[in-house]
């Protein structure tokens, strides 16, 4: 079955951390751009971070979350993370892993159409 399975979600206090998972089964990630979206409530989804396909290398975050996040990939459990940090208010929000076959990350993957999707993770930062 393929699918991407998200796990990691959950409340933190603001200015804590906390890492997503996201569970590829079916298909092999590394050879699929990554990308990791939010929508808050009452607001459009919005591209957070992406990694290319393959080796590349290249990333991208928003500028909103540049410095405390990191996304990255580990193809012997073919799952990809984002870690946050520093976390606040505004970044409460239900976030989803996505993957694009041989991708290259920039700014425009977030408007690109992604083959698969998570189910999303929600994330409530709150004292």
């Known amino acids: 079955q393929v699918q991407l399975v998200e796990s990691g979600g959950g409340l933190v206090q603001p200015g804590g951390s906390l890492r997503l998972s996201c569970a590829a089964s079916?298909?092999?990630?590394?050879?699929?751009?990554i990308g990791w979206f939010r929508q808050a409530p009452g607001k459009e989804r919005e591209g957070v971070s992406c990694?290319?396909?393959?080796?590349?290398?290249?990333?991208n975050y928003a500028d909103s979350v540049k410095g405390r996040i990191t996304i990255s990939r580990y193809n012997a459990k073919n799952t990809m993370y984002l870690q946050m940090n520093s976390l606040k208010h505004e970044n409460t929000a239900v976030y989803y892993c996505?993957?694009?076959?041989?991708?290259?990350?920039?700014?425009?993957?977030?408007?690109?159409?992604?083959?698969?999707w998570g189910e999303g993770a929600q994330v409530t930062v709150s004292s």
């Open positions: 079916g298909f092999a990630l590394d050879y699929y751009g």
């Open positions: 996505a993957a694009v076959s041989l991708a290259y990350c920039s700014s425009s993957l977030y408007e690109r159409t992604m083959e698969y």
């Open positions: 990694l290319s396909a393959g080796n590349e290398g290249s990333t």
